[in-house]
């Protein structure tokens, strides 16, 4: 087993490629979920004063761009991102890093919503939402405590250590 330091090393190195990230198909989020985490931590990572376009976002990811303009979209107006448009336009932060958690982003993408609708069957509501209750609250608790600040600093921090890596 690798020790703790080494996992999570092995989970912050740059580029994130999905090859690196095993665990990514064992996530109990969504994919619509970790890209909408990921888009903001590249709009993080930028040179402030200089937006990213949704265009370079959505081919980071291999995706075609109105896939994730929608998700973008529902960041700017939540108050996570803001757009900015014209040719030189695109997304930045509307709050510092300090005040994102990941649980904010999840919100406003529209992936941690309640269900209201869902099915209502007597098993449902006697048995599987009270047991599944505690863990939901525990892992919305967690998502609260992430920051963006946090992510953005492993981010840059494995963006150094690669960077020392090829010079070396």
Not at 65 to 77: D, K, M, S
Not at 100 to 117: K, P, Q, Y
Not at 135 to 154: G, K, P, T, V
């Amino acid at each position: 087993m690798k020790p703790a330091n080494e996992a999570a090393d092995a989970l912050t190195s740059e580029p994130f490629q999905a090859s690196d990230v095993s665990l990514l198909s064992m996530s109990v989020l969504p994919r619509k979920a970790l890209l909408a985490i990921a888009a903001v931590v590249e709009v993080a990572l930028q040179v402030p004063q200089r937006p990213l376009a949704a265009k370079s976002l959505a081919s980071r990811h291999g995706l075609p761009p109105r896939h994730l303009e929608t998700v973008l979209q529902a960041l700017v107006r939540e108050g996570i991102l803001r757009g900015i448009r014209g040719p030189r336009g695109g997304y930045e932060l509307a709050r510092a890093r300090e005040h994102v958690s990941a649980r904010d982003i999840l919100r406003a993408s529209g992936t941690a919503e309640a269900v209201v609708n869902g099915p209502a069957s007597d098993l449902m509501v006697k048995v599987v939402m009270p047991a599944l209750s505690a863990a939901e609250h525990e892992f919305a608790q967690a998502l609260s405590r992430i920051s963006l600040d946090h992510m953005a600093l492993l981010a840059e921090s494995a963006n150094a250590d690669e960077a020392s890596e090829k010079r070396g």
